[in-house]
Nanobody, 120 residues
Framework: QDQLVESGGGLVQAGGSLRLSCALSGRRFSGYPMGWLRQAPGEEREVVAA????????YYRSSVKGRFTISRGNAKNTIYLQMNSLKPEDTAVYYC?????????????WGQGTQVTVSS
């Protein structure tokens, strides 16, 4: 069964760090690029970062460049999002998804999400 399962969210103070993980199971999406998206209350879902299957190419939205790092595990079916220097405006539900691009519409298979809360 194809599934994306996120983990690693939580509550952290501003300036702190969190590492999110997303495990892909099943064969349907093997070889596809993947990304992390987030949605804050009352806001549209936005792409945070994305990575190709080979890890050769990555994408970051401008507000997280230099603070967040997306990576893929050796087995390639797991991706990570290392988030440093977190800010209250990073508070959102973070989703792992299959796809590539700057728009949420570019992604079409989603995990259930994990909450990240950054306190000031």
């Amino acid at each position: 069964q194809d599934q994306l399962v996120e983990s690693g969210g939580g509550l952290v103070q501003a300036g702190g760090s969190l590492r999110l993980s997303c495990a892909l199971s099943g064969r349907r999406f093997s070889g596809y690029p993947m990304g992390w998206l987030r949605q804050a209350p009352g806001e549209e879902r936005e792409v945070v970062a994305a990575i190709t299957w080979s890890s050769e190419n990555t994408y970051y939205r401008s507000s997280v460049k230099g603070r967040f790092t997306i990576s893929r595990g050796n087995a390639k079916n797991t991706i990570y999002l290392q988030m440093n220097s977190l800010k209250p405006e990073d508070t959102a539900v973070y989703y792992c998804a299959v796809g590539w691009g700057e728009r949420a519409l570019d992604y079409d298979f989603w995990g259930q999400g994990t909450q990240v809360t950054v306190s000031s």
